[in-house]
Structures are given as structure tokens and as C-alpha cells.
């Protein structure tokens, strides 16, 4: 990552790498997806308001691109660990980044429909954020979308507020549902082989409606910083009567369980979570 990028993704919160893939390796993983042509298959059609309403996105259904048989697996198990991502990977999330979730196949025909704009880092979730020390940056997760076919601009599929991974303020709710973006959502546009990285959780983005004759057809690669754990076993083996040894946790009080959870980020309110009263005793939040 050099200082070019890394000024443009402090900026605005993505970054888009130019040709990454070469045609064959375009050909390749767009050669597997035909393979697998039965499986994409449109989802639910859930958004109503007319900014983002459509038929359903497509999706890969009950299928990973790194379980395809071989060598229908190939061009995806390459990008997982490919230098160009590896390389800026290590800068933006720090050394041990890992893939937290995905690949995930997103994917779209004319007429299909947006997906709200989210991930403002609002409420802040440190393990999303986006944090600097000692002019180091630390992103706690970096979605890496690999294009297998064009973007061209005003067809529609990633769009984001750029500049959002800084904003202090809460999302108004016309920009979540693109009803009132101000002209702050926009669209990025990207050929096929072109590769974006964004800020997945510091970031505001989501899809925009697709409006192009050919197919959209992205991959998302959800990567983490090491200690960061968005989705996964993690939440499974997070309880403490899991995560410890079962005579160590025997007849806990509930504020003594509460510090036993293993770390696993993103629990939503059935974490336990502790306060001291006023006067000095620790008790679980209601
Ligand atoms: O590429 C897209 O359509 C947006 C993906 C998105 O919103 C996400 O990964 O959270």
C-alpha cells in the first residue's frame, strides 16, 4: 500500500485496485460460476421503497466459491491470500488479519434491488473501527470485493458515503434508504478484475439498485483483524459453561459469569453486561 492509497483510503474509507485479476483469471472464475449457473439464484425481495426496490439479489445458494469441486475452486482459493490483498491487508487490519467470514457471491440482473446503506459506525463498534496509533492505522474489518464483471458508472451495485469512516454524526434515516441522500451516496465504479477494499463497519456503503443488461457478479472476501470476531463458531463456544471447564464456572454468581465470555465481538444484548451501584457493588445490567 502505498502513500497514495493509503491517503485516499484515510479519506474516504475504500480504495479500488486496478486490474488485479488478468482476462484468464477473469475468464477463469467467471468459466466456474457458469459451472455453478443453477445455484445463483435470486433471494428475497424485501425493499419497498422506491430508491431501492427490485427483484431479489442473487446469491450462491448453500454454496461456497472455495468448495466448488476442482478447478472450479481454484480462482477464488487464489484470492485469498494473493499478494495484492496480503500486502494491504497487513497494513490496514495489521499482521494476522484473518477471513472472518465469506466469500460470498453478491450478484444482480436489470431491475434488481438496492440494499440499505449501513455500517456508519453507528454506534460505534471498536471492533469495526477505524483507530490510528503511533501512525499505524487499524481497521477491525475490511470487506476485499473482487469484480467479475463491469460497473460502469450509473449501473448501479456498490455505492457508499464516501469520507463516512469519519463522520461524528448519526446517519439521517434518507440515506440509509437512499430516499434523501443529499448526493452523498455514490456509486464506485469498477471493471471486471478491478479489486475494492472497504471499511466494513467504520464505513457507510450498501448496493445501489443494478441497471445494467449483463449480470453483476462480485465475490466479498470479509477479512478481520486478529482481534476482532464478527460471525463464525466463535459465538458457539463463547458461554462460559463452553469456553471454561465446567467446575471452573460450577455455582457463579451472574457478574462473575458475565467476565467469563469468550471473545467473540459481536453480541448484541444477550451479553451480560456489568455497572457498580452507588453503593460499590458490581451487578449485571439490566
Ligand atoms: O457490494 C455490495 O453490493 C454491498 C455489500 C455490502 O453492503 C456489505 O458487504 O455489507
Same mark, same amino acid.
Given at each position: 500500500?502505498?502513500?497514495?492509497e493509503r491517503?485516499?483510503w484515510d479519506?474516504?474509507?475504500y480504495i479500488v %485496485?486496478?486490474?488485479?485479476?488478468?482476462?484468464?483469471?477473469?475468464?477463469a /472464475?467467471?468459466? /466456474?460460476?457458469?459451472?455453478?449457473?443453477?445455484?445463483?439464484?435470486p433471494?428475497?425481495?424485501? $425493499? #419497498?421503497n422506491?430508491a431501492?426496490?427490485?427483484t431479489? $439479489?442473487?446469491?450462491?445458494?448453500?454454496?461456497? %466459491?472455495?468448495?466448488?469441486? !476442482?478447478? &472450479?475452486?481454484?480462482p477464488?482459493? !487464489?484470492?485469498?491470500?494473493?499478494p495484492q490483498?496480503v500486502?494491504?491487508?497487513?497494513? =490496514?487490519?495489521?499482521?494476522?488479519? $484473518?477471513?472472518?467470514?465469506?466469500?460470498?457471491?453478491?450478484?444482480?440482473? @436489470?431491475?434488481?434491488?438496492?440494499?440499505?446503506q449501513?455500517?456508519s459506525g453507528?454506534?460505534? @463498534?471498536?471492533? %469495526?473501527? &477505524?483507530?490510528?496509533?503511533?501512525?499505524n =492505522?487499524? %481497521?477491525?474489518?475490511v470487506?476485499v #470485493?473482487? *469484480?467479475? #464483471?463491469?460497473?460502469?458508472?450509473?449501473?448501479?451495485g456498490?455505492?457508499?458515503?464516501?469520507g463516512? *469512516?469519519?463522520? !461524528?454524526?448519526p446517519m439521517?434515516?434518507?440515506?440509509?434508504n437512499?430516499?434523501?441522500h443529499?448526493?452523498c451516496? *455514490?456509486?464506485? +465504479?469498477?471493471?471486471?478484475?478491478?479489486?475494492?477494499?472497504?471499511m466494513?463497519?467504520?464505513?457507510?456503503h450498501?448496493t445501489?439498485?443494478? !441497471? /445494467?443488461?449483463?449480470?453483476?457478479?462480485?465475490?466479498l472476501?470479509?477479512? /478481520?483483524g $486478529?482481534?476482532?470476531?464478527?460471525?463464525?463458531?466463535? @459465538?458457539?463456544?463463547?458461554p462460559?459453561?463452553?469456553?471454561?471447564?465446567g *467446575?471452573?464456572?460450577?455455582?457463579m454468581?451472574?457478574?462473575?459469569l +458475565?467476565?467469563?465470555?469468550?471473545p &467473540?465481538?459481536?453480541?448484541?444484548?444477550?451479553l451480560?453486561?456489568?455497572?457498580?451501584?452507588?453503593?460499590g457493588?458490581?451487578?449485571v445490567e439490566?
Amino acid at each position: 500500500m502505498d502513500a497514495k492509497e493509503r491517503y485516499f483510503w484515510d479519506l474516504t474509507g475504500y480504495i479500488v %485496485v486496478r486490474n488485479i485479476l488478468s482476462k484468464d483469471e477473469l475468464e477463469a /472464475a467467471n468459466d /466456474a460460476l457458469d459451472y455453478y449457473g443453477d445455484k445463483i439464484q435470486p433471494g428475497q425481495a424485501r $425493499r #419497498t421503497n422506491p430508491a431501492l426496490t427490485g427483484t431479489g $439479489r442473487l446469491g450462491l445458494r448453500g454454496l461456497n %466459491v472455495l468448495q466448488f469441486e !476442482k478447478p &472450479y475452486c481454484d480462482p477464488f482459493r !487464489k484470492m485469498l491470500a494473493h499478494p495484492q490483498i496480503v500486502s494491504r491487508l497487513n497494513v =490496514m487490519c495489521g499482521k494476522g488479519f $484473518r477471513l472472518d467470514h465469506g466469500p460470498q457471491f453478491i450478484g444482480g440482473v @436489470k431491475g434488481t434491488q438496492g440494499g440499505t446503506q449501513h455500517g456508519s459506525g453507528d454506534p460505534h @463498534k471498536p471492533w %469495526v473501527g &477505524y483507530h490510528h496509533q503511533k501512525g499505524n =492505522m487499524y %481497521v477491525g474489518g475490511v470487506t476485499v #470485493t473482487w *469484480n467479475l #464483471t463491469d460497473a460502469d458508472e450509473g449501473v448501479g451495485g456498490f455505492g457508499c458515503v464516501a469520507g463516512s *469512516n469519519k463522520s !461524528k454524526y448519526p446517519m439521517p434515516a434518507g440515506v440509509r434508504n437512499l430516499e434523501d441522500h443529499m448526493g452523498c451516496v *455514490n456509486q464506485v +465504479a469498477m471493471k471486471g478484475g478491478d479489486v475494492l477494499f472497504f471499511m466494513d463497519g467504520a464505513q457507510t456503503h450498501g448496493t445501489l439498485p443494478w !441497471k /445494467a443488461d449483463h449480470m453483476r457478479r462480485t465475490i466479498l472476501f470479509k477479512f /478481520a483483524g $486478529r482481534t476482532s470476531s464478527r460471525t463464525g463458531p466463535a @459465538k458457539e463456544v463463547s458461554p462460559p459453561e463452553i469456553y471454561w471447564d465446567g *467446575n471452573i464456572v460450577d455455582g457463579m454468581r451472574p457478574e462473575q459469569l +458475565a467476565v467469563l465470555y469468550g471473545p &467473540y465481538s459481536n453480541y448484541g444484548s444477550e451479553l451480560p453486561t456489568l455497572a457498580v451501584t452507588e453503593t460499590g457493588e458490581v451487578q449485571v445490567e439490566e
